[in-house]
Protein backbone atom coordinates (compact mmCIF):
# COMPACT_ATOMS: atom_id res chain seq x y z
CA UNK A 1 0.00 0.00 0.00
CA UNK A 2 1.05 3.58 -1.10
CA UNK A 3 2.08 4.98 2.31
CA UNK A 4 3.08 8.70 2.48
CA UNK A 5 4.04 9.33 6.06
CA UNK A 6 1.48 11.90 6.42
CA UNK A 7 -1.24 9.55 6.28
CA UNK A 8 0.07 6.37 8.12
CA UNK A 9 -1.87 5.15 11.03
CA UNK A 10 0.47 2.69 13.31
CA UNK A 11 -1.56 2.51 16.61
CA UNK A 12 -2.60 -0.69 16.92
CA UNK A 13 -5.81 -0.32 18.97
CA UNK A 14 -6.81 2.43 15.87
CA UNK A 15 -6.22 0.08 13.45
CA UNK A 16 -8.07 -2.62 14.98
CA UNK A 17 -10.80 -0.44 16.35
CA UNK A 18 -11.25 0.34 12.03
CA UNK A 19 -11.42 -3.42 11.63
CA UNK A 20 -14.13 -3.95 14.14
CA UNK A 21 -16.31 -1.26 12.70
CA UNK A 22 -16.13 -2.48 9.56
CA UNK A 23 -15.76 -6.21 9.60
CA UNK A 24 -17.03 -6.64 5.74
CA UNK A 25 -13.34 -7.33 4.69
CA UNK A 26 -11.72 -8.39 1.19
CA UNK A 27 -9.76 -11.55 1.76
CA UNK A 28 -7.21 -11.51 -1.34
CA UNK A 29 -5.01 -14.92 -2.07
CA UNK A 30 -2.91 -16.46 -4.55
CA UNK A 31 -5.08 -18.33 -7.48
CA UNK A 32 -4.50 -22.01 -8.34
CA UNK A 33 -1.57 -23.04 -9.72
CA UNK A 34 0.85 -21.35 -7.66
CA UNK A 35 -0.84 -17.91 -8.27
CA UNK A 36 -0.05 -18.31 -12.00
CA UNK A 37 -3.99 -17.74 -12.52
CA UNK A 38 -3.94 -14.41 -10.82
CA UNK A 39 -5.14 -12.76 -7.44
CA UNK A 40 -8.83 -14.66 -5.74
CA UNK A 41 -10.81 -12.17 -3.73
CA UNK A 42 -14.13 -12.84 -1.77
CA UNK A 43 -16.16 -10.42 0.13
CA UNK A 44 -16.48 -11.63 4.26
CA UNK A 45 -17.43 -10.63 7.23
CA UNK A 46 -14.48 -10.77 9.76
CA UNK A 47 -13.97 -11.54 14.31
CA UNK A 48 -10.76 -9.85 15.40
CA UNK A 49 -9.20 -11.23 18.50
CA UNK A 50 -7.00 -8.86 19.94
CA UNK A 51 -4.05 -10.07 22.63
CA UNK A 52 -5.65 -8.50 26.30
CA UNK A 53 -3.13 -10.33 28.59
CA UNK A 54 0.71 -10.92 28.29
CA UNK A 55 0.12 -15.10 28.20
CA UNK A 56 -3.45 -14.92 25.94
CA UNK A 57 -3.24 -17.05 23.14
CA UNK A 58 -3.74 -14.57 20.60
CA UNK A 59 -0.96 -13.24 18.81
CA UNK A 60 0.53 -9.81 19.56
CA UNK A 61 -0.86 -8.24 16.08
CA UNK A 62 -4.16 -10.06 16.38
CA UNK A 63 -5.79 -12.77 15.59
CA UNK A 64 -9.09 -13.23 12.78
CA UNK A 65 -11.44 -15.17 12.29
CA UNK A 66 -14.10 -16.00 9.57
CA UNK A 67 -15.78 -18.97 7.44
CA UNK A 68 -16.16 -19.39 3.67
CA UNK A 69 -19.08 -21.52 1.67
CA UNK A 70 -17.71 -25.36 1.09
CA UNK A 71 -18.70 -24.31 -2.37
CA UNK A 72 -16.44 -21.18 -2.33
CA UNK A 73 -13.02 -22.88 -4.12
CA UNK A 74 -11.02 -19.98 -2.22
CA UNK A 75 -10.96 -22.16 0.88
CA UNK A 76 -9.31 -25.18 -0.89
CA UNK A 77 -6.45 -22.73 -2.62
CA UNK A 78 -5.99 -21.75 0.86
CA UNK A 79 -5.89 -25.72 2.07
CA UNK A 80 -3.48 -26.56 -0.66
CA UNK A 81 -1.21 -23.57 0.11
CA UNK A 82 -0.81 -23.52 3.54
CA UNK A 83 2.44 -21.45 3.58
CA UNK A 84 1.32 -18.73 1.13
CA UNK A 85 0.50 -15.47 3.09
CA UNK A 86 -3.36 -13.92 2.52
CA UNK A 87 -4.21 -10.26 2.76
CA UNK A 88 -7.52 -8.67 3.87
CA UNK A 89 -8.63 -5.37 3.27
CA UNK A 90 -10.93 -3.49 5.86
CA UNK A 91 -12.44 -0.65 4.25
CA UNK A 92 -13.53 2.53 6.43
CA UNK A 93 -14.92 5.71 5.78
CA UNK A 94 -14.64 7.74 2.75
CA UNK A 95 -15.99 10.69 0.94
CA UNK A 96 -15.09 12.89 -2.12
CA UNK A 97 -13.54 15.97 -1.39
CA UNK A 98 -14.44 19.19 -4.00
CA UNK A 99 -11.52 21.61 -4.13
CA UNK A 100 -14.67 24.56 -3.50
CA UNK A 101 -13.94 23.68 -0.15
CA UNK A 102 -10.66 25.15 -0.03
CA UNK A 103 -9.33 28.37 1.16
CA UNK A 104 -6.35 27.77 -1.39
CA UNK A 105 -8.93 27.94 -4.06
CA UNK A 106 -9.49 31.49 -3.57
CA UNK A 107 -5.95 32.16 -3.08
CA UNK A 108 -4.63 30.84 -6.15
CA UNK A 109 -6.88 28.50 -7.74
CA UNK A 110 -4.17 25.77 -7.93
CA UNK A 111 -6.26 22.97 -6.19
CA UNK A 112 -7.57 19.67 -7.36
CA UNK A 113 -10.61 17.43 -6.23
CA UNK A 114 -9.44 14.21 -4.10
CA UNK A 115 -11.11 11.23 -2.00
CA UNK A 116 -10.61 11.36 1.54
CA UNK A 117 -10.78 7.81 3.25
CA UNK A 118 -9.01 5.19 6.21
CA UNK A 119 -8.26 1.35 5.55
CA UNK A 120 -6.46 -0.91 6.68
CA UNK A 121 -4.07 -4.00 5.23
CA UNK A 122 -3.79 -7.30 7.07
CA UNK A 123 -1.42 -9.72 5.85
CA UNK A 124 -1.19 -13.11 7.97
CA UNK A 125 -0.73 -17.07 7.76
CA UNK A 126 -4.32 -19.01 7.16
CA UNK A 127 -5.36 -22.75 8.62
CA UNK A 128 -8.41 -23.79 7.44
CA UNK A 129 -10.60 -25.56 10.16
CA UNK A 130 -13.58 -27.93 9.45
CA UNK A 131 -13.92 -28.76 13.23
CA UNK A 132 -17.51 -28.07 14.03
CA UNK A 133 -17.13 -26.77 17.80
CA UNK A 134 -15.16 -23.89 16.21
CA UNK A 135 -17.58 -23.46 13.73
CA UNK A 136 -20.10 -23.21 16.31
CA UNK A 137 -17.83 -20.67 18.34
CA UNK A 138 -17.72 -18.71 15.37
CA UNK A 139 -21.28 -18.14 13.99
CA UNK A 140 -22.53 -17.49 17.42
CA UNK A 141 -19.88 -15.10 18.34
CA UNK A 142 -19.95 -13.34 14.28
CA UNK A 143 -23.60 -12.98 15.29
CA UNK A 144 -23.16 -12.10 18.61
CA UNK A 145 -21.41 -9.04 17.43
CA UNK A 146 -23.71 -7.76 14.60
CA UNK A 147 -27.08 -8.38 17.03
CA UNK A 148 -26.04 -8.07 20.46
CA UNK A 149 -26.65 -4.08 20.82
CA UNK A 150 -30.36 -4.88 19.84
CA UNK A 151 -33.33 -4.87 22.08
CA UNK A 152 -34.31 -8.08 21.33
CA UNK A 153 -31.00 -10.22 19.73
CA UNK A 154 -31.62 -12.36 17.53
CA UNK A 155 -29.25 -15.68 18.45
CA UNK A 156 -27.96 -18.95 16.67
CA UNK A 157 -29.70 -21.00 19.19
CA UNK A 158 -33.32 -19.33 18.06
CA UNK A 159 -32.89 -21.82 15.23
CA UNK A 160 -33.59 -25.16 15.35
CA UNK A 161 -30.65 -27.44 16.44
CA UNK A 162 -30.49 -29.68 13.28
CA UNK A 163 -30.89 -26.71 11.01
CA UNK A 164 -27.88 -25.12 12.31
CA UNK A 165 -26.23 -28.42 11.99
CA UNK A 166 -26.80 -28.62 8.60
CA UNK A 167 -25.60 -25.45 7.76
CA UNK A 168 -22.51 -26.33 10.09
CA UNK A 169 -22.30 -28.85 7.39
CA UNK A 170 -22.00 -26.46 4.38
CA UNK A 171 -18.77 -23.73 5.63
CA UNK A 172 -14.91 -24.08 6.63
CA UNK A 173 -13.51 -22.01 9.64
CA UNK A 174 -10.58 -19.51 8.34
CA UNK A 175 -8.37 -18.25 11.30
CA UNK A 176 -5.69 -15.49 10.29
CA UNK A 177 -2.63 -15.09 12.33
CA UNK A 178 -1.92 -11.26 11.78
CA UNK A 179 1.67 -11.19 10.89
CA UNK A 180 1.40 -7.07 9.45
CA UNK A 181 -1.23 -4.32 9.66
CA UNK A 182 -1.01 -1.28 8.40
CA UNK A 183 -3.32 1.48 7.38
CA UNK A 184 -3.82 4.96 6.01
CA UNK A 185 -5.57 7.87 7.11
CA UNK A 186 -6.34 10.07 4.40
CA UNK A 187 -8.23 12.42 6.05
CA UNK A 188 -6.62 16.11 4.76
CA UNK A 189 -3.84 16.36 7.05
CA UNK A 190 -1.24 17.37 3.66
CA UNK A 191 -3.72 20.62 3.13
CA UNK A 192 -2.74 23.99 4.65
CA UNK A 193 -5.13 24.59 8.27
CA UNK A 194 -7.52 26.66 6.39
CA UNK A 195 -8.54 24.21 3.83
CA UNK A 196 -8.25 21.40 6.40
CA UNK A 197 -11.60 23.61 8.07
CA UNK A 198 -13.24 24.31 5.05
CA UNK A 199 -12.95 20.58 4.15
CA UNK A 200 -14.52 19.76 7.86
CA UNK A 201 -17.41 22.65 7.44
CA UNK A 202 -17.99 21.67 4.19
CA UNK A 203 -18.31 17.77 4.61
CA UNK A 204 -21.17 18.78 7.64
CA UNK A 205 -23.13 21.54 5.86
CA UNK A 206 -23.33 18.63 3.13
CA UNK A 207 -25.08 15.85 5.26
CA UNK A 208 -25.29 13.74 2.71
CA UNK A 209 -24.79 10.58 4.71
CA UNK A 210 -23.25 9.27 8.75
CA UNK A 211 -20.20 9.32 6.22
CA UNK A 212 -20.04 12.46 5.62
CA UNK A 213 -20.17 12.94 9.18
CA UNK A 214 -17.93 10.35 10.01
CA UNK A 215 -14.91 11.77 7.81
CA UNK A 216 -15.45 15.22 9.13
CA UNK A 217 -14.94 14.21 12.35
CA UNK A 218 -11.76 12.42 11.14
CA UNK A 219 -10.63 15.89 9.08
CA UNK A 220 -11.20 17.39 12.52
CA UNK A 221 -9.39 14.82 14.55
CA UNK A 222 -6.49 14.26 12.64
CA UNK A 223 -6.00 18.01 11.26
CA UNK A 224 -6.01 19.35 15.14
CA UNK A 225 -9.28 21.32 14.46
CA UNK A 226 -11.92 21.70 17.03
CA UNK A 227 -15.50 20.67 17.07
CA UNK A 228 -18.02 23.13 15.89
Not at 114 to 143: F, H, K, P
Not at 181 to 201: C, M, Y
Amino acid sequence: MYQPPHFQETRQEILHGLVRAHPLGLLISNGAKGGAEGPVANAIPFLLDAPSLPNADVPPKGRLRAHLAKANPQWRLLADSPLSPVLVVFQGTDAYVTPSWYETKRETGKVVPTWNYAIVQVRGMVRVIEDRDWLARQISDLTMSQEGAREAPWAVTDAPPAFIQSQIKGIVGLEIEITDISGKWKVSQNRPAADRVGVAEGLESEGKSASSADMAGLVRSYGGIESQ
